[in-house]
């Protein structure tokens, strides 16, 4: 089977594809201080609990956002798995073209949801994903991942707010019953849950003018949710697992 892994700001995912099924998956937390030790034994746990062992790995590929976490994610595959992990870049096989000005900037888990998005949902596309940042993609009608946009989360915002403002408290992202809030936290809750909606469908609208107002939605992160807790018209389809799909796909592409 195959073991990918997204390595994010905040957590790693990590799933098990049987071919293109996927069986399994999980999240550890993108620790920077664990050792390569703490991670292969974090990641034997786990397989165990779900009734596998690295045996059943015949090949790993990674997506990473943090440097200074991937010698120690490679070292702990290569070691307690003896498998060399193939790491996602630009250089990578997608079925895509890359337009950005200078492709070896572009994040590693926006070629892999870009990818999983133009050979699953077709093209022209734009990719919402919402994790530690809220990035967006746009994909060309013929296949050009031509680039996008980077906010901050709609978690890193809020922490920002509270950090900065000493008689706002941390409030639970869930819709308030009105836009209208009674109370201080029903009405940061309206201002940034409203808010953000309106951020990620207005992103959304400028790129159509751009690429095509046909242009397929895909949303992914675990953050999408609490913007799809209210009905709306701007996403056509959410796909938790993008990411992870998409790696799958370009390790396919590539071997």
């Known amino acids: 089977m195959l073991l990918v892994m997204d390595v994010g700001n905040t957590n790693i995912k990590l799933a098990l594809f049987d071919g293109t ?4 998956s999980w999240r550890v937390s993108a620790t920077v201080a664990r050792t390569a030790d703490e991670f292969g034994i974090a990641f034997r746990d786990i397989f165990s609990a779900h009734g596998y062992t690295f045996q059943d790995v015949d090949g790993i590929i990674i997506s990473s956002v943090v440097p200074t976490l991937n010698y120690t994610i490679e070292h702990a595959c290569t070691y307690y798995m003896n498998i060399k992990p193939m790491m996602i870049d630009a250089t990578v096989k997608t079925g895509l073209s890359i337009g950005y000005t200078v492709p070896k900037t572009i994040g590693a888990d926006r070629i892999a949801s870009s990818t999983a998005a133009f050979h ?3 093209a022209p596309a734009i990719v919402v994903d919402m994790g530690t940042a ?3 993609n746009a994909i060309s009608r ?3 991942l031509l680039g996008g946009a980077i906010a901050p989360g709609i978690k890193t915002s809020l922490d920002a707010l509270v950090s900065r403002a000493s008689q706002l408290p941390l409030v639970e992202l ?6 209208i809030g009674t109370n201080t936290i029903t009405s940061m809750q309206s201002g940034i849950i409203y808010g ?3 951020l990620v469908e207005n992103i959304v609208k400028e790129f159509k003018k751009e690429i095509g107002e046909d242009a397929h939605v895909v ?3 675990g953050l999408t949710s609490v913007i799809l807790s209210e009905k709306n018209d701007f996403i056509d389809y959410y796909d938790r697992a993008l990411t992870l799909k998409g790696l799958q796909i370009i390790y396919a592409l590539n071997h």
Request: aromatic share 12%; glycine share 16%; hydrophobic share 25%.
């Open 134 to 136: 809220t990035t967006f």
């Open 21 to 24: 099924e996927m069986r399994s």
């Open 142 to 144: 013929d296949g050009v």
């Open 219 to 221: 949303a992914t992160g």
């Open 120 to 122: 699953l949902y077709g």
């Open 174 to 179: 869930s819709l308030p019953d009105s836009p």
């Open 196 to 198: 953000y909606r309106g």
